[in-house]
């Protein structure tokens, strides 16, 4: 199933995409994707989606899920993307935090926070989490998982790398966590470690690989950051992006300037557009 929140911020109301391609409401059956809710999605399947109020196709998509408690991110989770950055293989996954605040919906805006010079782009697979997982094992992290989503982990190098500390202050400006369209539910996706991730900025292809690629996989991260906190429903994981970031160009870097316009999706997973907007204007 695909399910996807739509309205005006703050006031977004569940859905699902049914057969057709049309939304359909499902507040009827649902308070909203989030919390507790996404451990029992499974119930939402004998629902006759085409039987269901029909949205309309132009109104904003949502973050498509509510109140998540926290974003993991794992970083340098492709060797040839670590290499690109510079940086060694990790021999243990790389873990860091994006603020909750940073997420918006998948076509909105992107905000250039003032005094960043090197806004950076990266497509990433979202695990959200549906059970609440504590020292899982590899073999059972799976059946903690939700559904997948797409999350654009946009990432300010300057404030990342340059200003000392960890990597939250460079991940975690507003709109810098666009996810979605959709929360796909994992029989749907079938297998996490064969997904196709693409992104393009103004029409040009700068990211091209698949979740194949991944050092650590889906349900080893699930387990693996599961040994540090516990993870509880609504939260998400974002599993690492494939090289092609700005950071990485040869022989000189690109970053996201006011006016562009970027382009991102995983197989199945549906396609983000963002365009990019300067606080302080053109530059």
Not at 99 to 119: M, Y
Not at 128 to 139: D, K, L, N, P
Request: proline content about 6%; overall charge negative; aromatic content about 4%.
């Amino acid at each position: 199933m695909k399910l996807v929140r739509v309205g005006a911020p703050g006031r977004e109301r569940p859905a699902a995409i049914a057969a057709d391609g049309s939304i359909r409401d499902l507040s009827a059956h649902l308070g909203d994707i989030g919390g507790d809710a996404l451990g029992d999605l499974g119930r939402l399947a004998d629902i006759d989606l085409s039987a269901l109020p029909r949205l309309a196709e132009d109104e904003r998509t949502g973050a498509c899920v509510a109140n998540v408690g926290k974003v993991v991110c794992i970083g340098l989770n492709y060797s040839d993307h670590a290499a690109e950055a510079g940086m060694p293989v990790p021999d243990e996954p790389v873990i860091f935090m994006k603020a909750t605040s940073a997420l918006c919906g998948p076509n909105d805006d992107v905000l250039l926070p003032r005094g960043t010079e090197k806004a950076d782009w990266e497509v990433e697979l979202g695990v959200v989490i549906g059970r609440t997982a504590s020292e899982v094992s590899e073999a059972d992290a799976l059946g903690h998982v939700a559904g997948y989503c797409i999350v654009h982990d946009v990432s300010a190098r300057d404030f990342q790398l340059d200003r000392g500390g960890q990597w939250v202050k460079g991940k975690s400006a507003d709109t810098f966590g666009p996810i979605g369209p959709w929360l796909v539910t994992p029989e749907e996706v079938g297998d996490p470690q064969n997904l196709a991730l693409w992104l393009e900025v103004n029409g040009e292809r700068m990211q091209d690989g698949s979740t194949a690629t991944m050092i650590f996989g889906v349900a080893y991260l699930v387990s693996y950051v599961s040994q540090f906190m516990s993870l509880q429903p609504g939260d998400i994981i974002s599993t690492g992006t494939p090289p092609g970031v700005g950071m990485g160009l040869k022989p000189h870097p690109r970053y996201l300037s006011d006016g562009d316009v970027v382009r991102l999706g995983i197989d199945g997973l549906g396609e983000q557009r963002q365009v990019v907007r300067s606080k302080g204007g053109a530059k």
